[in-house]
């Protein structure tokens, strides 16, 4: 008989979801539960944004300050670093207090970061800078990802979770468009500042949209039972020790499948643009343009998510992957512009439709109370493993050369090409298997489960007493008839 992770790999016929109800659960949205949705998804734009301004800038950054490329890449290095201090800090604040206020502060203080990245003159302040700007960065894709998803009826958060990632994919479009347009005109600073903007919108879309019905409801049976805010936390500090002493070895598989994941997506993005430019003899404008097309496959992860509701998360993330290895070679190998722009394109659909199940995969598979802080640690945690991406490709092609001929001469150029076909092919086989032996919780209410503070809120099966309340409209509508 085949191992149960294997017998499982496609979940049960009644956890899938029915194309009916589909439909239906769509129009029983209210408007709250859309505008919750869209906050998250924007703040996650925003953190694309923030991020990729630098890997969109590398040539530019090195002529200011005086560096070779692999220096630059040590910026991106250290934001993924201290991202998981931010992932703790702001998972917590969330999972204790709510969604709304931690993500808010969170969203400002990027703000604040990205701005003053724009008016560093020397390269330690930049690096100083992006270092303590990872930990702002750190906490968004928890407290976003949880936002979005525990508001949405359960039959719509296969397709929420695909759409909620690939706010990832539009923010590196985004400002890919802006490199391409104001930075052009403008400098390297222009698209911090931007940015900055962008972040500060943001913040002011979240301060207005009402918090989580989840927190609404736990709040205000806490307040009934006479609970102050020493006790809450007090009990928050016990059921968490509780949920890690129970589920440590959930919290090592989780890091280890988001480690590969961020290999993935590092691998075939951060230095994609440089290796146009140097290894293809692209202007910055065509590296540009290229990196757009390629980031036009956002669909693919509302394509796969919406799959995985049917079909299952595990598999649908199997079925991307295998995609990613058979387009590597139509990635790297081409010398025009529009093979390399197709082979971008084909590949950034299966690295953004496996992306596309991860949002809803890691918050069926989290302990129910902790539905920030679980993803958001173990997802950069993993970014901080895979932090070195952009340094493992620029070193390991500066020490293996290829010729190419420029202005009519033969140059010896870094040999981006082969190095990064290989770092994808290990990573994409290292996912599938990873992902095959894992845990798969499709279909879960964890919107019915007790909060982190709340008695017993550590237990996977302490379901919140009126579980059935699961809309902003219901919570509001019976404190005003009480």
Known sequence: MAPKFLRELIPRREKRA???SVVVAFKSLSWVQWVQFWSGWLAWTCDAIDFFAVSLTVNLLAKQFNQS???ITTAITLTLLFRPAGAIIFGILSDRFGRKWPLVFNLLLCCVFELATGFVNTFPQFLGVRAIFGIAMGGIWGLSSASALENLPVELRGIGSGVLQEGYAVGYLLAAVINLTLVAQHGWRALFWTASGISFFAAVIRMVVPESAFFLRAKEQERERGTNTS???KTFIKETKAMLKRHWLLCIYAVLLMTGFNFLSHGS???YPTFLEDSKSFSTHDATVATIIGNLSYSGGAIAGTVSQYIGRRLTIVIFILLVGAFI???VLPTSFSALSAGAFCIQVGVQGAWGVIPIQLAEMSPPAFRATFPGV??????MISAAS???EATGAANLKTTVIKNGVPTSEPNYATVQAIFIGVVSAFVVIITI??????GSHFENHKTAFEEGGGRDDAVADNASQTSYREVNSEKNSA
Do not use: R, V
Not at 378 to 383: P, S, T, V, W
């Open 18 to 20: 029915a194309s009916g």
């Open 69 to 71: 490329t692999t220096s």
């Open 231 to 233: 006790q809450k936390t």
């Open 269 to 271: 993005q951060d230095l």
């Open 329 to 331: 070679p139509l990635w």
């Open 378 to 383: 173990a997802y950069q945690i993993g970014n």
């Open 390 to 392: 952009a340094q493992i």
């Open 437 to 442: 032996i894992g845990p798969e919780n499709h």
